[in-house]
T-cell receptor
Framework: QKEVEQDPGPLSVPEGAIVSLNCTYS??????FMWYRQYSRKGPELLMY????GNKEDGRFTAQVDKSSKYISLFIRDSQPSDSATYLCAMKSGGYNKLIFGAGTRLAVHP | DAGVTQSPTHLIKTRGQQVTLRCSPKSGHDTVSWYQQALGQGPQFIFQYYEEEERQRGNFPDRFSGHQFPNYSSELNVNALLLGDSALYLC?????????????????FGPGTRLTVL
């Protein structure tokens, strides 16, 4: 079993839709939960991070972490064609520890 | 600020050959991590360099080795290439020290080097 599970999609939605992306994990030591966005032929870029459980909002993006269920989500409101990319969840425990990524979900937002 | 840069962009090698990939970290960063991203997969951690030493290593064989130079740039070397080594190799850099509790010391990624092994 992988430490982080993420449905690879692809997910195709119309412009303006609300998108929900999810990951589950098995390692209870994870404390930091990140969402990276990766456009084709580019490196991942950080969208948001959450420490421990709770919600975090940044513009059209909301990240949620439920440590009791080992489940994290990213919601995108009013999705735009420019949001079309692969979304990677990533996690780490404290200190200098490495990032553990999910497989990534490919999202396509069509006009 | 040029961000994290990697070279070359693309590389084609044959099985059994050796390859060296290069990374220059973002200005002010001293820690470099390398990841392998196979097609359709998320990045997998290879190793991390700090103060010219390998600080952490993922589950990769000894064929994968690295180096960090005094200017913080880094190289990834892969010997005896296998077909399965074909992937996007990503370099990420982060700033010195640990972040405050609850804060994330962001890893900034470069565009990657696409390695194809034939």
């Amino acid at each position: 079993q992988k430490e982080v599970e993420q449905d690879p999609g692809p997910l195709s939605v119309p412009e303006g839709a609300i998108v929900s992306l999810n990951c589950t994990y098995s390692n209870s030591a994870f404390q930091y939960f990140m969402w990276y966005r990766q456009y084709s032929r580019k490196g991942p870029e950080l969208l948001m991070y959450t420490y421990s459980s709770g919600n975090k909002e940044d513009g059209r993006f909301t990240a949620q972490v439920d440590k009791s269920s080992k489940y994290i989500s990213l919601f995108i409101r009013d999705s735009q064609p420019s949001d079309s990319a692969t979304y990677l969840c990533a996690m780490k425990s404290g200190g200098y520890n490495k990032l553990i990524f999910g497989a990534g979900t490919r999202l396509a937002v069509h006009p | 600020d040029a961000g994290v840069t990697q070279s070359p962009t693309h590389l084609i090698k044959t099985r059994g050959q050796q390859v060296t990939l290069r990374c220059s970290p973002k200005s002010g960063h001293d820690t470099v991590s390398w990841y392998q991203q196979a097609l359709g997969q998320g990045p997998q951690f290879i190793f991390q360099y700090y103060e010219e030493e390998e600080r952490q290593r993922g589950n990769f064989p000894d064929r994968f080795s690295g180096h960090q130079f005094p200017n913080y740039s880094s190289e990834l070397n892969v010997n005896a290439l296998l077909l399965g080594d074909s992937a996007l190799y990503l370099c990420a850099s982060s700033r010195p020290g640990l972040a405050a509790p609850g804060a994330y010391n962001e890893q900034f990624f470069g565009p990657g080097t696409r390695l194809t092994v034939l």
